[in-house]
C-alpha cells in the first residue's frame, strides 16, 4: 500500500515529526488494527469467565485436602477406594452436576493398618518402612526373627540345596546400594573422579546383582513364593527410588508372611550388619485386614448437552492410586483437575452443545482396567466422542500434547488451543501427529478404540524419582499455581471441542515400520480389561 502526505522533495521535517505523521496516517493505522486482529483474536466472554472463577474461587486446594488428608490413598479394592468414589458422587451433585459409581469388576479387599518395624538386636532401634500393598498382616505380638542376605551360587541346583536355611529367618531381597545420595548430588559436590568411580561401583554391583537372579533361577516375582513355601519368616526390601528419603511401594507376592520394604537407610544398615556377623533381629508388625471379594467402580459425572447430547467431550483421570503415600499427584492431581474443570464449566457453560462427561477410572496401576472396561462396556459412547483430554502424570503444568496418530488432530487441537490464554498456550508443544498411545495412562484404552483421546502431558517437577508411586506422594508436594493452570486449559478445551460446528476426524496415520522388526507397525490393539483381581 502506497501513502502519499504531499510532502516535497525540498521538505526538511524533523525525522521523529515525519515518523509520527506517517505512523498516523489513515491507512497505516488501519493496516496496524488488521495486523492488531489477527494476532489478538477477539476476547471470548465463556473463555474469561473460565479464568475468572478458576482464579477468583478456585475449589482446588479443599479439594485435594478432603481427597489426600482426610479419604487418603485409593488401592483398587480398599475401602478407602470406595469411599472416594461417593465422595466424588456427592460433590457433583452438589454443583447440580448427574453423578453415578459404574461396577466394572471385582477385587482383593484390603485394607492398610499401621506397620510398626523395629531392631530389637543388637541394640533397639524404630526403623522406617511400611509393608507393601496386600502383604499379609502379623499376628499377636508380630514376627521377631534374624536377617539373612541371599547366597552367592554357581547356578539353580546349589541355590535349591541352599533354600531350606531360609526357614524361620527374615530374607532381604534387594541389592545393597552404594550410596543414599541422588546423583544431581554428586555432581554437584563430588569430583569428577570420585563421581565416576561411584558410578562403576554401582554398575559392577547392579550387574553382580541381576546375574545372582539368573543363577539362583528367580525373579523379583517370583523369588519371595520360593522363599514363603521354603519357611522364611517374611521378606524384607528396599526398592530405593533414586533421590533423598524415597522408594517406590508396590504390592507384596507372599500370600502367609509378611512383606515389608525399609528405607534405604535403615535397609543399608542392617545388610552391613548381617555381612559383618552381627546378627541383626527385627521385629514386624503389620495391621493390615483381608476383606473378602470387593466390588470395584469408575466415577462417571456429565453436563448432558443441548444440542447434540450423544456426542461426547470426555475429561479423564484414574482415580486409583498405591498407598505408600495419598496419591497426590498420581493421581490426585489429575482427579481435582477434571473436578474443577467440571464445576467451572457448570456454572459458566451450563448448557454445553455436546455432552461433557468425566470418567474418574478405577484400577490404572493394574493394567487400565476401569477405562478399558468403559471403552468395552459403552461403544455407543466411544463412537461419538469429540475428543477425550487425559491428565495423569503429576502436579506440573501441561507443557505438551501430542495428536496421537490422528492425521487431522493438528488442526482441531490448534483451534481450540488458540482461546487459551498465552500465558498458558505458548509453553505447551505439540507434537502432529504423533503416534498412538499404546498404554501408560487411560488416554490409551480410547486411542486403541479408534476414539480421538490425547494425553495433556505435565512439567516433570521430578515426578519419576520423588512422587511417582512412592511413598513420599503426599499433598505437600501439589504445586497449586500449575494445577490451577491445567484446571483452565482442560475447561477451555472442553468448552470449544463441545462448541466446535465439526465432528473430529478420526483419520489416522499411515505408521512407520518398526525398526525392530522391519514390519510396518500396527495401531495399538483394544486390550481385554481384568475384571477380578488379586482373587488367584
Known amino acids: 500500500m502506497k501513502t502519499t502526505l504531499g510532502l516535497g522533495k525540498s521538505s526538511q521535517l524533523p525525522k521523529a515529526l515525519l515518523v509520527a505523521l506517517l505512523l498516523s496516517s489513515p491507512a497505516v493505522v488501519q493496516a496496524q488494527n488488521a495486523n492488531q486482529t489477527q494476532t489478538q483474536p477477539a476476547k471470548n466472554p465463556v473463555v474469561e469467565a473460565i479464568v475468572k472463577e478458576a482464579t477468583q474461587n478456585s475449589q482446588l486446594e479443599s479439594l485435594a485436602h478432603e481427597l489426600l488428608d482426610v479419604i ?132 559392577a554391583q547392579t550387574e553382580a546383582w541381576r546375574d545372582k537372579f539368573t543363577k539362583m533361577g528367580y525373579t523379583s516375582r517370583t523369588l519371595p513364593v520360593a522363599l514363603e513355601k521354603a519357611g522364611a519368616a517374611g521378606v524384607v526390601m528396599s526398592n530405593w527410588s533414586a533421590g533423598f528419603g524415597v522408594n517406590k511401594i508396590f504390592n507384596a507376592y507372599t500370600k502367609k508372611i509378611p512383606t515389608v520394604d525399609l528405607s534405604l537407610e535403615d535397609y543399608g544398615m542392617l545388610y552391613r550388619m548381617v555381612e559383618a556377623g552381627d546378627k541383626p533381629r527385627i521385629n514386624i508388625k503389620a495391621n493390615s485386614k483381608e476383606l473378602g471379594v470387593q466390588p470395584t467402580f469408575n466415577t462417571i459425572a456429565e453436563i448432558k448437552g443441548s444440542e447434540k447430547p450423544n456426542e461426547y467431550v470426555i475429561l479423564s483421570a484414574h482415580f486409583d492410586s498405591w498407598d505408600g503415600g495419598t496419591g497426590a499427584t498420581d493421581n490426585g492431581t489429575g482427579t481435582i483437575v477434571m473436578m474443577e474443570a467440571m464445576r467451572i464449566l457448570k456454572k459458566i457453560y451450563p448448557n454445553p452443545k455436546r455432552t461433557i462427561l468425566v470418567g474418574h477410572w478405577g484400577s490404572e496401576e493394574q493394567g487400565l482396567n476401569g477405562s478399558r472396561s468403559f471403552v468395552e462396556d459403552h461403544p455407543e459412547i466411544v463412537q461419538n466422542i469429540q475428543a477425550v483430554f487425559n491428565q495423569d502424570n503429576g502436579t506440573g503444568r501441561v507443557v505438551n500434547i501430542s495428536g496421537q496418530g490422528f492425521l487431522h488432530a493438528y488442526d482441531y487441537i490448534g483451534r481450540w488451543l488458540s482461546a487459551v490464554p498465552a500465558s498458558i498456550r505458548q509453553p505447551i508443544e505439540t507434537n502432529f501427529p504423533g503416534m498412538p498411545g499404546g498404554g501408560g495412562s487411560d ?57 466446535d460446528p465439526v465432528k473430529t476426524s478420526r483419520e489416522r496415520i499411515v505408521l512407520p515400520v518398526n525398526p525392530r522388526t522391519g514390519q510396518p507397525s500396527t495401531w495399538p490393539a483394544q486390550s481385554k480389561p481384568t475384571r477380578k483381581g488379586g482373587l488367584e
Open 72 to 203: 487418603g490413598p485409593r488401592l483398587v479394592g480398599s475401602p478407602e477406594m470406595k469411599q472416594a468414589n461417593d465422595w466424588a458422587v456427592e460433590k457433583y451433585k452438589g454443583w447440580g452436576i448427574m453423578a453415578r459409581n459404574e461396577k466394572w469388576g471385582e477385587w482383593r479387599g484390603w485394607q492398610r493398618g499401621t506397620s510398626q518395624i523395629e531392631m530389637v538386636s543388637p541394640r533397639v532401634r524404630s526403623l522406617e518402612g511400611t509393608q507393601l500393598a496386600w502383604s499379609p498382616a502379623t499376628k499377636g505380638k508380630g514376627v521377631t526373627a534374624e536377617l539373612m542376605v541371599l547366597p552367592d551360587v554357581q547356578d539353580s541346583v546349589s541355590f535349591q540345596k541352599w533354600l531350606p536355611n531360609v526357614k524361620g529367618k527374615l530374607v532381604m531381597v534387594s541389592m545393597y546400594q552404594p550410596t543414599g545420595r541422588p546423583d544431581y548430588n554428586w555432581q554437584e559436590f563430588a569430583t569428577k573422579e570420585s563421581f565416576e568411580k561411584m558410578k562403576a561401583q554401582r554398575t
Open 443 to 499: 488416554h490409551a484404552s480410547f486411542v486403541a478404540a479408534g476414539a480421538p483421546a490425547f494425553s495433556l502431558s505435565s512439567l516433570s517437577w521430578s515426578y519419576g524419582t520423588y512422587t511417582w508411586h512412592t511413598n513420599r506422594d503426599t499433598y505437600d508436594k501439589i504445586v497449586f499455581d500449575d494445577v490451577r493452570s491445567n484446571a483452565i486449559l482442560t475447561a477451555i478445551l472442553a468448552y470449544m471441542a463441545s462448541e
